[in-house]
């Protein structure tokens, strides 16, 4: 009996919740996926975001500062993940990751990496948050620029099938086990 729950306080992580009192437990494996995914899409956004603001985009009048663009690249994070959270599935992270690196998870992935983009732009555009330079390619009836539609339909598909061999490499590693 002692060795199984040895084992199984092994395969959890443990919060502390100050506000409920409360213990949450995760499964390690969940909580390394969720490291993993969300260093690999800052990462990916920030680059993405550094590359494209200055010639493409004005925020809120003035040219992107550093700190713009980490900010730019955390709300990619969150729609990254909101992304990954649409897809039909039920049970574990992991597995659900499984799930999207099918050809209908990735169709899927893309239609709602695509919509996303272009609410996300509408709504950027239509609150003043951020404008286009005159170089900045759009598309003609959407009257959004193609580069946050690019993003998010190009970088998502990737972290989606990057993470899991590093979720993968991490767990078999001795200080994770």
């Not at 092994?10 to 993993?36: A, E, H, W, Y």
């Not at 800052?42 to 494209?52: A, D, P, R, S, T």
Request: hydrophobic share 55%; net charge positive; charged share 15%.
């Amino acid at each position: 009996m002692t060795s199984e729950i040895e084992s199984s306080r092994c395969d959890v992580v443990l919060f502390f919740s100050r506000k409920s009192g409360q213990v949450v437990m995760i499964q390690k494996r969940t909580f390394i996926s969720f490291i993993v995914i969300s260093t690999i899409s800052f990462i990916l956004h920030f680059i993405w975001e550094w590359f494209q603001c200055g010639p493409f985009f004005i925020h809120r009048g003035t040219q992107a500062s550093l700190i713009s663009m980490v900010l730019a690249s955390l709300g990619d994070l969150i729609l990254t993940f909101f992304i990954i959270g649409l897809a039909p599935f039920l049970g574990r992270f992991d597995r659900s990751l499984k799930a999207l690196k099918t050809i209908q998870g990735f169709i899927l992935i893309e239609i709602v990496a695509f919509a996303t983009a272009v609410a996300v732009e509408k709504v950027a555009l239509a609150t003043n948050r951020w404008s286009y330079t005159e170089i900045n390619p759009l598309l003609p009836l959407l009257e959004v620029s193609v580069l946050p539609i690019l993003q998010l339909m190009l970088l998502t598909p990737a972290i989606v099938f990057a993470s899991p061999p590093l979720v993968n490499l991490l767990m078999e590693k001795k200080h994770f086990k």
